[in-house]
């Protein structure tokens, strides 16, 4: 009889289990390239010379975006004003540090400098300090990536700074691993923006910063 009873009481809580071991998965993207672009530039640095050394400061972004999941719109139309934080939708780490690993990675790649983000630059040795806002970032689902940023260049040593802009409107396929790509898109096309700035001032230019998008 008591063997009944715990099976009976053991029932329902098997069912819990059960239920909860087939909820919904949680998915992880990146936004960090899964291979090097085919435009990258060459190293800054002179044959023989100490390699260039940049910095990304912690990028600044809007509230809603310094977390884990993803946040996206609508499509246009009555809901499009309405913001979704996904939860079983996330980047590997928060959206502001998960851009601003691919970015440093990415820029060092594209200028062969070191990122002084994960490497310790040795005392003395100047290196080019980035400092990134973002300043829109709407992944609208099944759309597009609406996208504005500005940054920051300043030598460690004297010299002057430079302030550039850029917007992007990024098509998009569907579903959630398309606003992934979309936004790897995003971050590639910035890293290469910001490579060009960094080569022009290194090389006494002023940098071609294109302007916002309306």
Not at 3 to 17: D, E, S
Not at 183 to 196: E, N, P, T
Request: charged share 20%; aromatic share 4%; glycine share 8%.
């Amino acid at each position: 009889m008591k063997a009944m009873t715990f099976f009976r009481m053991a029932m329902p809580l098997a069912v819990v289990l059960l239920a909860a071991c087939s909820g919904p998965t949680t998915r992880y993207y990146s936004l960090a390239e899964t291979a090097p672009p085919a435009t990258a530039t060459a190293s800054t640095a002179k044959p023989g010379a100490a390699p260039l050394f940049i910095e990304l400061a912690p990028l600044s972004v809007p509230e809603r975006l310094a977390r884990p999941q993803m946040v996206v719109r609508q499509k246009d139309g009555a809901d499009a004003a309405q913001v979704a934080v996904l939860e079983q939708h996330r980047w590997a780490s928060s959206f502001d540090s998960e851009l601003r690993d691919a970015l440093g990675s990415a820029i060092a790649g594209r200028l062969g400098a070191v990122d002084g983000t994960k490497t310790n630059r040795p005392r003395g040795q100047p290196a080019v300090r980035i400092a990134v806002q973002v300043n829109r970032f709407d992944a609208v689902v099944d759309s597009r990536i609406d996208a504005a940023f500005s940054w920051t260049l300043r030598r460690t040593e004297d010299g002057p700074s430079a302030g550039c802009q850029l917007g992007l409107a990024q098509p998009i396929g569907t579903g959630m691993e398309a606003v992934a790509q979309g936004a790897r898109a995003v971050a590639s096309q910035l890293a290469d923006a910001i490579a060009a700035s960094v080569k022009a001032q290194q090389a006494g230019q002023t940098p071609p910063c294109a302007a916002p998008a309306a």
